[in-house]
T-cell receptor, first 113, second 109 residues
Framework: EAGVAQSPRYKIIEKRQSVAFWCNPI?????LYWYQQILGQGPKLLIQ????????DSQLPKDRFSAERLKGVDSTLKIQPAKLEDSAVYLCASSSESFSPLHFGNGTRLTVT | DAKTTQPPSMDCAEGRAANLPCNHSTISGNEYVYWYRQIHSQGPQYIIHGLKNNETNEMASLIITEDRKSSTLILPHATLRDTAVYYCITSTSGSRLTFGEGTQLTVNP
């Protein structure tokens, strides 16, 4: 079974620039999550999708972050404009249903200078 | 989800059992205990979960106290590849996980 794929692996941008991350979940997984992990902290949920609908985006900074999951498969997370405090690893995860374990990708490490 | 408390770090000798404690004294009756680990530069990896009964799989064992206020993750024969941050999380559904800072387990040769 192929795992959760994320790209790019690393990204360096200047503040006020925009950036996008891509995630391809495990085939057949209906639920997709984006997490932000700041260095030294545990991952923090940003948004949860069920198929192509948003289930929970309460912790997504909507003034600068946006996410979509077209056709209920791939997903993109965008930041515009980026701030220094957005420097973090952005993790994508998927699961087949409630109570099923989450499968994480290896993340995109974003550095904002 | 109940707040969990874990020691920030632990050491274990290679080949010995690693016992990682977690306190979740405010856990509610329908909350499961989940354990994930995160090896450096990788995403978190699911290990095991349970509600009341002790659980065992190919990776680890989970011991939950009778009052469910605490639990212990046991890696029976730790190897160097088990060096990671271990997260104990409570959840009613296994989704929308709230990660704390976890325990950094270092397995020494």
């Amino acid at each position: 079974e192929a795992g959760v794929a994320q790209s790019p692996r690393y990204k360096i941008i200047e503040k006020r620039q925009s950036v996008a991350f891509w995630c391809n979940p495990i085939s057949g997984h209906a639920t997709l999550y984006w997490y932000q992990q700041i260095l030294g902290q545990g991952p923090k949920l940003l948004i949860q999708f069920q198929n192509n609908g948003v289930v929970d985006d309460s912790q997504l900074p909507k003034d600068r972050f946006s996410a979509e999951r077209l056709k209920g498969v791939d997903s993109t997370l965008k930041i515009q404009p980026a701030k220094l405090e957005d420097s973090a690893v952005y993790l994508c995860a998927s699961s087949s249903e409630s109570f099923s374990p989450l499968h994480f990708g290896n993340g995109t490490r974003l550095t904002v200078t | 989800d109940a707040k969990t408390t874990q020691p920030p770090s632990m050491d274990c000798a290679e080949g010995r059992a690693a016992n990682l404690p977690c306190n979740h004294s405010t856990i509610s009756g329908n909350e499961y205990v989940y354990w994930y680990r995160q090896i450096h530069s990788q995403g978190p990896q699911y290990i095991i979960h349970g509600l009341k009964n002790n659980e065992t799989n190919e990776m680890a064992s989970l011991i939950i106290t009778e009052d469910r206020k605490s639990s212990t993750l046991i890696l029976p024969h730790a190897t160097l590849r088990d060096t990671a941050v271990y997260y104990c999380i409570t959840s009613t559904s296994g989704s929308r996980l709230t990660f704390g800072e976890g325990t950094q387990l270092t397995v020494n040769p």
